[in-house]
């Protein structure tokens, strides 16, 4: 009587072991990206409240910079910036930066911290862009295609 497993029924298990990890492993990447970029979307609501759809101070900048430094963002790089407007629209707007890995991708704010919008950096971050706007169209925001976060 034999006891145990054969060398051929051994490799057809780790075979399909493989195979199943290979097709899990980009979908649990993509849970884990999308979940890192929820500490975003919460650092951004505390300021979209903030800002209230009015432009910023000098003042308001520097505070807003502050705490956005103290936020410690684990996974992203944030700053303030001020876009060039063709219009006279409202000037401050904040960008997360997401570049450790390779998937690169920035997040912005849009009118003014109202909305939120992912940027691929790289193709890889373009098809996780457009996987997290839920198929909203995308727009051209100063010359770059931006995706919608809702």
């Not at 890192?36 to 409240?49: C, D, F, Q």
């Amino acid at each position: 009587m034999k006891h145990g497993f054969t060398l051929l029924e051994t490799l057809v298990v780790v075979l399909i072991i493989g195979i199943l990890a290979s097709i899990a492993l980009p979908y649990y990447q993509h849970a884990v990206e999308s979940s890192r970029m929820t500490e975003v979307v919460v650092a951004w609501g505390r300021y979209k409240n903030f800002a209230g759809g009015h432009d910023f101070s000098p003042k308001q900048v520097e505070q807003i910079t502050q705490k956005l430094a103290k936020a410690n963002l684990k996974h992203f790089s944030a700053e303030l910036i001020c876009p060039p407007k063709e219009t006279n629209e409202l000037c401050w707007e904040a960008q997360f930066t997401r570049q450790n890995s390779s998937l690169e991708y920035k997040l912005i704010t849009t009118r003014n911290f109202a909305n939120l919008a992912c940027v691929g950096l790289n193709s890889a971050g373009e098809n996780f862009c457009e996987s997290q706007s839920k198929q909203e169209t995308p727009e051209i925001i100063n010359g770059e295609q931006v995706y919608p976060i809702r």
